[in-house]
């Protein structure tokens, strides 16, 4: 569907889907991920399906480019102790590490340009909730989900897109 030019974000443009689309739910590939393996997009429809608390879902890949780490059009995500769920969606480095001269044993991960809607939910966070502080400066969506407590599910997998970057 051809959706509006105006919308901030593609939350926004799956919200607009939403008013003209019921469905049970929608999945948000990221105009940046074209060629996102359809396992990977399986894979996260699966978790959310075993697990009801996950309210959204996104998949997640180890970084192995250590060029990646530092790159911004890189979107890293920290999760927490369970690793099921974000901490936080960042493009600089997290973690940042201090000691250089420590062998630092962090390990990065990469989000993946996929959210995984539940019904009504792009619509409810587009209208319902105007963008926080930190999506206003990070500039990532995926923060006003967590800033307004959502549940998101982060899926590990071994699939890392290839991803099509352009400048801001």
């Known amino acids: ?17 939403a008013l003209h689309e019921p469905a049970e739910i929608y999945v948000n590939v990221q105009g940046d991920e074209p060629l996102i393996d359809p396992g990977t997009i399986d894979s996260v429809i699966s978790a959310m399906l075993e697990d009801e608390a996950m309210q959204i879902g996104t998949p ?3 970084i192995d480019q250590p060029n990646d780490i530092m790159d911004p059009n890189v979107v890293k995500v920290v999760r927490n102790f369970s690793k099921a769920t ?14 250089r001269s420590a062998t630092a ?4 991960w990469k989000h993946l340009g996929l959210l995984r809607l539940p019904p009504g939910g792009a619509g409810r966070v587009s ?5 926080g502080e930190l999506e ?6 995926q923060l ?25």
């Open 144 to 168: 006003r989900w967590l800033e307004n407590g959502f549940v998101i599910g982060v899926v590990e997998t071994d699939y890392d897109a290839v991803s099509v970057r352009c400048s801001r």
């Open 127 to 131: 209208d319902a909730f105007p963008p």
């Open 105 to 108: 044993g962090a390990r990065h």
């Open 136 to 141: 206003r400066v990070e500039r990532l969506e």
């Open 60 to 62: 997640c890949t180890a």
């Open 1 to 17: 569907m051809l959706t509006r030019h105006d919308h901030a974000t593609a939350t926004d443009r799956v919200a607009e889907v």
């Open 86 to 99: 974000p901490s936080i969606f960042r493009e600089l480095p997290l973690p940042w590490i201090r000691e």
